[in-house]
């Protein structure tokens, strides 16, 4: 059993990392939970653990999921159970009643129970993501709670601060109508004891289903020195790289006696440091130019002549690799995607302050962060590791978040500023990945549409799934299923080989 486990592991493994690079959820779900499966489970919370850098933590929470799916799927049971025995569980009466016998009938046939659950859909899920610096914990099962068990719930909740030791709440409580009736109490202990509350800890009802939520802070010491160490490298890069072989292409084009805009137009549109650099300079004329229709319209031949030439101090000219054509690629389509979900799905006169040419540019942008970093001179990278270093026994574990995690979103919102991009396109750019800041709600949909737009390529990348992506997003686009995402990204695709 282990080794069929650690083969599956070895399989999600980069599933996993990507996921926490690109803040994106980790799910798990099963109908019955059979012991391999428990077992699968707390290995990729180790793992999870592992590659957020929080180690420690593994013990407590590996306890801490171990009480909340054994409530989660006796939560299930119990519908079943009430069901198969014709009383309702919302009646306070009724409830009382068929909570006498329902350990005892349920354990000694529990293979029955379970086989009720996996027919009636009833399902226990658990969902693990990284959130900026912030580490969610979820199981979630589709049996939505009583007023009875809310009831209960809050009153264990509490009463946990006047226990100090699981000792005590062993000899004081004992529910016998929910069991032990310990799991929550003795979870907010454990929670204690790694130095969290109760306020890491929520049980709501959401979408037909009960949520029970555990909230944790990434490493303080580390996400402290990757936010100081993006500030840092933002602030020393002055130079916008280019990719070379991108960068002689338009240096051809611009050097033609009579220039070819639409030519040069397709080619910037390819490539995010030429998109940057267009903006760069059209903001000089105009400081709310965005989109490359707008920006090349405010630079005259000339103009554009110098700002792709080889004396530009702005351009620093980089070797493509494989990773940098990746990132390409991506922004590329993430831009195209989001071009057209804005013209298919916009009104006119729905966004003032936006245009489809608009959303294509921001689409290009957010791979900003991924590029800095990817992009570093010998020295940056040099001077960076120097910082981590700063953090001892930390250093090394800074530098792999730094190079390896989510660092990009802390650049790229920090690379806007710096930029002075008009302040909302900076809001869109921040808030596209991470929901950070306060957003005005006349953007929202915008922010919707360019993370609709990246998930479409990475759901085509394969590197997202698709029960990754955000399902109230999805169901404003009116997608209820992965057939219907699909078949978007097929029309977008033939549309774009067409073009």
Not at 89 to 110: A, C, H, L, S, W
């Amino acid at each position: 059993m282990m080794n069929e486990i650690e083969e599956r592991l070895e399989v999600d493994r980069d599933k996993i990392k990507n996921a926490i690079r690109l803040q994106m959820p980790i799910e798990i779900t099963s109908y019955t939970i059979p012991r391999n499966m428990e077992v699968y489970i707390q290995r990729v919370l180790d793992l999870f653990l592992d590659e957020c850098h929080q180690e420690h933590l593994k013990d407590a929470l590996s306890f801490c999921l171990g009480e909340l799916l054994t409530n989660a799927k006796k939560a299930n049971t119990k519908r079943v159970y009430f069901e198969e025995k014709g009383l309702d569980i919302n009646d306070p009466v009724q409830y009382e009643d068929g909570m006498k016998d329902f350990r005892e009938e349920t354990f000694d046939n529990i293979n029955y129970y379970l086989e009720l659950q996996r027919k009636a859909g009833l399902y226990v899920k658990i969902v693990l993501q990284l959130k900026e610096d912030k580490i969610y914990i979820e199981i979630r099962n589709n049996s939505l709670l009583t007023k009875i068990e809310q009831e209960r719930i809050q009153e264990k909740l509490d009463s946990v601060q006047q226990y100090k030791s699981m000792d005590e709440v062993i000899g004081t409580v004992l529910d016998q109508t929910e069991g032990a009736g310990l799991g929550i109490i003795i979870v907010i202990l454990m929670l204690q004891k790694v130095g969290l509350s109760k306020e890491n800890y929520q049980v709501f009802t959401e979408d037909n289903e009960t949520i029970t939520r555990i909230i944790l802070p990434g490493n303080e010491n580390i996400f402290a020195a990757v936010e100081i160490m993006s500030y840092e490298l933002s602030y020393m890069i002055e130079q916008i790289p280019v990719i070379k072989n991108h960068f002689s292409v338009i240096n051809a084009l611009v050097a033609n006696p009579e220039l070819d805009r639409t030519a040069i137009k397709q080619v910037i549109r390819e490539d995010t440091g030429l998109a940057l650099l267009a903006q760069k300079y059209a903001m000089e004329k105009d400081a709310n130019a965005v989109g490359i229709k707008k920006c090349l319209s405010l630079l005259s031949d000339q103009e554009l002549r110098y700002v792709y030439s080889d004396s530009n101090p702005s351009i620093r000219i980089v070797d493509n690799t494989p990773l940098l054509e990746t990132m390409v690629f991506h922004a590329q389509r993430t831009a195209y995607f989001a071009y057209n979900l804005f013209k298919n799905y916009i009104e006119k006169n729905q966004a003032e302050e936006l245009n489809a040419d608009i959303m294509y540019s921001i689409g290009l942008f957010n791979s900003i962060g991924f590029m800095l970093i990817e992009t570093q001179t010998a020295e940056q990278r040099q001077y960076m590791e120097e910082l981590s270093q700063q953090y001892e026994e930390d250093w090394n574990k800074i530098m792999d978040v730094f190079n390896f995690g989510n660092t990009a979103n802390y650049i790229k919102r920090i690379y806007a500023k710096k930029f002075q991009m008009p302040p909302f396109v900076t809001y869109l750019i921040s808030c596209w990945n991470s929901r950070r800041g306060k957003l005005p709600e006349r953007f929202e949909f915008a922010v919707d549409m360019l993370y609709i737009a990246e998930m479409m390529q990475y759901y085509d990348e394969k590197i997202a799934d698709f029960y990754q992506i955000d399902k109230k997003i999805l169901r404003r686009y009116d997608i209820s299923d992965e057939k219907q995402f699909k078949s978007m990204i097929t029309k977008m695709k033939t549309s774009l080989d067409n073009d």
